[in-house]
C-alpha cells in the first residue's frame, strides 16, 4: 500500500484533503503541529479526525510562535468583521511567516523516513489569496526543491506534493468532503474561538467557513457563540 | 546596517560563515538547532561562536529526532574509519532527512519577521558530496521556493540565500576563517565526541576536517582522544 504524509490542521480543508487521499487509496501518516497557537482546539479537532483514517498521527512541537509576526502566535488581536465583503486583499494580521514551509519541511523529513513518496497539504488558493505559501506556484516550487533536497530525488523517486483543494471553492469542498464522510462537526476554522470550543463567527476564516456551507446549500454542524 | 540570518551549528564551517557575513557587513542574527542530536557539544561550540559576532542568537528546538532515520539522531552506531580513504561517496549514515530543508525553513521565517531579506548557510558540496541537501542546485532551488513562499518575495524583494562554502575545499575555508579571526577551538565537527568533549578522530566528519587543517598547514587547536 502507498503511503502518504498529510498536514492535518484540524480544520475543515485539511481533515478533506485526508480522506481524499485515503479514498486514492494511500495509507495516510498524518502530521500535526503545536506551533504556538494561541488555542488548542484544532489540534483536538485533528485527533479525532485522524481517528479511523490515520495508520499514524505524529504531533510535532514547533517553535514558531518564539518568532512572533503573527496574529495567531503573538498578542496581536484577530480582527472581526460583520460582513465577508469586509474582508481585505492585502496579507491578513493571522498570517503566520513560511508556516506552509516549515509544515511542508517537516512532512518532507518524515515522507523520507517512511520511504513515502506524496505528500498532501490542504492549501486553497481563492480563500487565502492573502497568503504567499497558498499559491500554485509556490506549491510547485516547493516540489522542485523538495525534489532536489532528498534522497528519494537523487535516487530517481518523484516527490509529489498534492494539494487538491487549490482551485476548489469552499462549497465544493465542502461536498467532497461530506461525499466522502468527514465529520465537519469535528473540525474547527476559528481563529480566536471561545474556551467552551464555540466559534466566533466572525473572523476571517469562520466568515469563509460559514459561506462556504451557504454556498453549498448544508449546515456546519460545528457550533457558532451566537447559534 | 543590513540583517543576517545565519545558521549556526558550531561546527568549524558555520563559524567560519557567521566571521564572513559579519565581515560582509551584515548584522548577524544567528539561528542555532537542538534536533535531537545525540550530544550537544556543538550547541555550547555555538553559543561561544555567536558572543562579539551576532546581535541576536535564537535556540530553537526542533524534533527531528522523532522521525529516526540517521546516525546522529536516532540509536545507530556512527561510522569510524582508519583513514579518510575509507570513506564511501553513497549516502552516510549519518544524513538526516531534510534537515537543510527544515533549518533554512525556520531561518526563513524569522527572517520574514526580522525584515531580513539575507540567510547564510555553511553548506559546503565537496566535502559532502553525499548529502542531497549540499547541493548547489538545492540551494538554487530553495531560495527560489523562499522568494515565492514570502511576503518580502511578493513585493519584490529578493531573499538571498547564501553559501559562500558551497565550492571551497576545507583547507580554503580554514585560511578564510583565520584571517578573520575565527577561533577553531571554540568550533567542533565530530559525530560522536567523547564525554569530556572531545573529538573522536575517526567518524566521517573528524577525518574532513583533520585533513582540512593538514591541507591548510595548520594544526587544529581542538582537543582529540588520541592527540
Redesign the interface.
Known sequence: MKKAVVLLSGGLDSATVMAMAQADGYEIYAISFHYGQRHSMELDCAIEQAKGRAKEH?M?????G????SALTADINVPKHDHIDELTPS?PVT????????F???A???A??LDASDIFIGVNALDYSGY??C?P??IE??E???N????A??EGRNLKIHAPLIEMTKAEIIHQGLALGVDYAKTTSCYDPAPNGYSCGHCDSCLLRLKGFKDAGEKDPHPYIEN
Do not use: C, H, Q
Not at 532536489?148 to 534522497?151: R, S, Y
Open positions: 505524529k510535532v512541537d514547533i517553535d514558531l518564539s518568532f512572533g509576526g496579507i498570517y503566520v511567516p513560511a508556516r506552509n514551509t516549515v511542508l519541511s517537516y518532507l523529513a518524515w523520507e523516513v504567499p505559501d499559491r506556484e509556490f516550487a516547493y522542485r526543491m523538495a532536489l533536497a532528498t534522497v530525488g537523487i
